[in-house]
């Protein structure tokens, strides 16, 4: 497979591409491994951190710009922290480290093998594009067209999209009413 | 790629001068361990229980809210930079976006979901008010509790 | 060998590593210094380049060599690690905040376009010649990289805070996260006008189109907008008056109470970094980047000494911006931290969508001399903000009084 890739690049900027990618996946690949094998929550989080970094690097190195971006700006800003604040709202002392069970620790690997003979197959039918280096200067991965797409063949994901968000934030209100009832009333309590 | 061959290289450099900064220093600093540097800094007090505060839903709430924001953004880049191009359409197609947003953010408004209000749990101030009214100190305890700043209409 | 892009790529990327940690350096020093104009003090002005080593000659240079000697002090010192702390964490966390705000200059048009005449030593080619992007990374997404490395900066602070094993060092990390992430979204769409109004992200081109003397630049025509920008950059970079995440007076250091010597330093460099990126980030959004003032005939592209002018012109825009916020440091006294929230959620937020609405409008109605609108928007915003602000129902009193011996609200002292 290395070496397919490497024929396939002869120019020199194809070794840099290649030497980036490997840099790249290394960094995804290890924190990955970090992150499984770490038993301290905010570790792993840390770790799930650098591994969405390198992919974004890897997105970046496709010519994939926005998605990379997007990736950093949402994933890594937005949904890792939620997770970090998710794990210190509910966990009572997240100094404890979590050791799974024998039976989770088996249930993991089945779904991991799992996960990774489907992801195998998907790859391999799909079959990888022959010039795959060629892409990044491509016109089609520019912002530009992206925003053309959205307004138009996928103007429909992108409205609903608003929905979801819309419902996501009255959602949110609801539990926040919710909890600022339930203050009232513990606060009234306390003064009777 | 180019590009990004920079950035990596700014990147790499970024951490080998954090990086070698950390290291040889090592070699250099002294290492003086005492068994008072080795506990918790709170002001000189020694300290109580855990450093594991309750962790306060509103901090939660306000990560919430943010990525409703960010995702948002993140889907209305491209329709900013394709803006120019197709004004009449872009405006048309995004405002139900926005509008939608936008009623999202009125009702998060009305609801209180943007007030920083103080949690229910612990609120010592009541339970002060009590203790300051019913245990009033006399006598040179006053005095002694009272604030400098109205020290000055003592005889 | 290279092309023009690549090798100036390179040589923005060595020189401007440098030219960043110096930048850095001294505006420690230019914080200090303001600080004692501010309160009528002399400052530092003892230290010169000898170190008190007898052999270097001794001339104080008015105090430059402060800075060199705190780095100095900073690495020598005792490298301390509490033994309660979670190891792995405490060292990434300072480096988790360095490197984003590091990085995050990548895609600072420094000098505009150098026609690069390309570099022939001995006969090779090392770099051809052609035209080239005073830049580090000349990217389509440009001004979103922006939002996307500051997004990481998050980490370095709430990672610290909780590694440290300290309640201030946790209580200043939640805080400055909550801060950041609040302050993220007013940032977001202020970039966002601009992108709309431009129709460009890359950030060569918003500077190329600001390019007109003063009458181009942003900040003219979209005040309310700059001043948004400018405020949540400040809470982003942790300044006063939004350093609630390290207020000495309740958290100590905050995220950075436990840690010392040059893991500190990285803290502090962290800091002082994010400040000068944000001035670079004000500067080339609203400030017009590279362009002189009053002077509208100016060379989108020339040679080097053209790039030279046009980096002084940006750096120079850059030290008045660090130096405006050093001296708000000095002048406004810090928030509470329900009112730094309340700011972003329910002043900066609305009216930055509310500016968003009116661009799309205007952009899309395609009125003439749009830059006249936009400022009207901007001022009838203001005004409207000024109107109507004090009129929108308050939620309930946050700020309870707290009848404490000693507090303004202690019975006793009242009574």
Redesign the interface.
């Known amino acids: 497979m290395l070496l397919l890739h490497v024929q396939t690049v002869g120019s020199s ?1 194809g070794w ?2 290649l030497v ?1 990618f490997y ?1 790249f996946a290394a960094l995804s690949g290890v924190s990955a491994w970090a992150l499984v094998l770490s038993p301290n929550i905010i570790r792993m989080a840390v770790y799930l951190m650098l591994t969405l970094a390198g992919v974004a ?1 890897i997105y ?2 496709l ?1 994939a710009e ?1 998605l990379a ?2 990736q950093l ?2 994933y890594v ?3 890792l ?2 997770i970090i ?2 794990v ?2 509910t966990s ?4 404890l480290n979590v050791a799974p069970r024998g039976g989770e620790m088996a249930l993991g690997l089945v779904l991991a093998t799992v996960l990774a003979v489907l992801l195998a197959v998907a790859v391999l039918a799909a079959g990888l594009p022959e010039a795959a280096a060629a892409a ?1 200067d491509d016109d089609r991965y520019a ?2 067209w ?3 797409l ?2 138009s063949r996928h ?1 429909i994901a ?2 609903v ?3 979801i ?2 419902i ?3 959602g ?6 919710r ?2 009832k ?3 009333a ?2 009234t309590e ?2 009777s | ?11 790499l ?3 080998g ?3 070698v ?2 290291t040889i ?2 070699f ?6 005492h068994p008072d ?2 506990s ?4 000189g007090e020694p ?1 109580i229980g ?4 309750q ?1 306060d ?35 048309l ?6 509008g ?6 009125i ?3 009305y ?11 612990n ?4 339970a ?2 009590d203790d ?2 019913s245990q ?1 100190p006399s006598g040179l305890a ?1 005095l002694a ?3 400098p ?2 020290l000055s209409d003592i005889p | 060998m290279f ?1 023009a ?2 090798f100036v ?2 040589l ?2 060595t020189i ?2 440098h030219v960043i ?1 110096g930048a850095v350096a001294y505006s420690v020093m230019l914080e200090r210094k303001i600080a004692s104009w501010v309160q009528n003090r002399i400052g530092p002005n003892r230290t010169g380049f000898d170190f008190g080593q007898p052999f270097l000659p001794k001339f104080h240079f008015w105090g430059l060599g402060q800075p060199l000697a705190d780095g100095l002090k900073l ?6 690690t ?3 702390v979670d190891k792995v964490l405490f ?1 990434i966390a ?2 988790l905040a ?2 984003p705000a ?2 995050a ?2 895609v600072i048009p420094w000098g505009g376009y150098w026609d690069f005449p390309g570099l022939t030593v001995f006969g090779t080619e090392i770099a051809q010649p052609g035209m080239a992007v005073v830049t ?4 389509n997404i440009g001004i ?1 990289y922006f ?1 996307a490395v500051g ?1 990481l900066a998050v980490y370095g602070v709430v990672i610290g805070g909780y590694a440290s ?7 200043g990390g ?1 805080r400055a ?2 801060q950041m ?2 302050y ?2 007013p940032l ?2 202020s970039i ?1 006008i601009i ?2 109004m ?4 890359r950030t060569d081109l918003i500077v190329l189109n600001q390019a007109q003397g003063i009458l181009g630049w942003n900040i003219v025509w979209m005040p309310l907008l700059a001043v948004i920008f400018f405020t949540s950059q400040l809470a982003e970079a942790n300044r006063t008056p939004f350093d609630l995440a390290e207020c000495e007076q309740e958290l ?1 250091g905050g995220f950075h ?2 840690y010392s ?3 500190f ?2 803290y502090f460099l962290a800091e002082y970094a994010h400040i000068v990126t944000g001035a670079a980030f004000f500067t080339l959004l609203f400030l017009g980047g590279w362009s002189i003032p009053f002077y509208v005939g100016q060379a989108a592209a020339g040679g080097l000494p053209l790039v030279l002018l046009n980096v002084g012109v940006f750096a120079f825009k850059m030290f008045l911006i660090v130096a405006l916020v050093m001296v708000i440091r000095w002048t406004i006294p810090r928030f509470r ?2 009112q730094l ?2 700011l972003a ?2 002043c900066l ?2 009216v930055s ?1 509310i500016l ?2 009116a661009a ?2 205007l ?4 009125v003439p001399a749009i830059h006249w609108w936009m400022l009207g928007v901007n001022v009838l915003t203001f005004i409207g903000l000024v109107v109507i602000g004090p009129k929108v129902p308050k ?2 009193p ?1 700020n ?8 303004r609200f ?4 009242t009574s």
């Open positions: 900027e840099v591409t980036l840099l690097g970046f190195l010519g926005l971006a997007v700006i949402v800003g937005g949904v922290i939620l604040f998710g210190m709202l009572r002392n997240p100094y990044p912002v530009r992206i925003g053309a959205l307004l103007l992108f409205e999209a608003a929905v968000l819309l996501v934030m009255i949110a209100g609801y539990l926040v009413r909890r600022i339930a203050n009232q513990g606060a306390g003064r | 790629m180019t590009p990004l061959l920079s950035i990596t290289l700014f990147l450099v970024g951490l001068f954090v990086l900064n950390l220093g090592r250099l600093r002294p290492r003086a361990p540097k080795a918790i800094y709170e002001c300290s855990t450093n594991w505060v962790f839903l509103r901090f939660y709430m306000v990560a919430l809210f943010f990525l409703v924001f960010d995702v948002e953004l993140a889907l209305i880049y491209p329709w900013a930079v394709v803006f120019r191009d197709m004004p009449g359409v872009a405006l197609l995004g405002l139900p976006f926005l939608l947003i936008l009623i999202g953010y009702y998060e408004w609801s209180g979901s943007l007030e920083w209000v103080r949690s229910g749990i609120r010592p101030d009541e002060m008010a300051a009214s009033t006053a509790r009272r604030d700043e109205t | 092309s892009q690549v790529s390179m923005v990327v401007a590593l940690l690495f020598l010192k005792e490298d301390y509490p033994p309660n060292i300072p480096m360095v490197v590091l990085i200059w990548a580090v990374a000349p990217i979103l939002l997004s094993n300290n309640k201030y060092s946790f209580l939640l996260t909550a992430l609040s993220e979204i977001g769409v966002l992108i709309l431009f129709g460009t992200a100590v109470t436990e010597s040059m893991k330093a990285l931290f329900d929230m309340q959620w329910r937020i609305p969508l968003l609405l799309a409008v952009v899309a109605l395609k939620g309930p946050v309870r009084k707290i009848p404490l011996e000693g507090s202690s019975p006793l002292t």
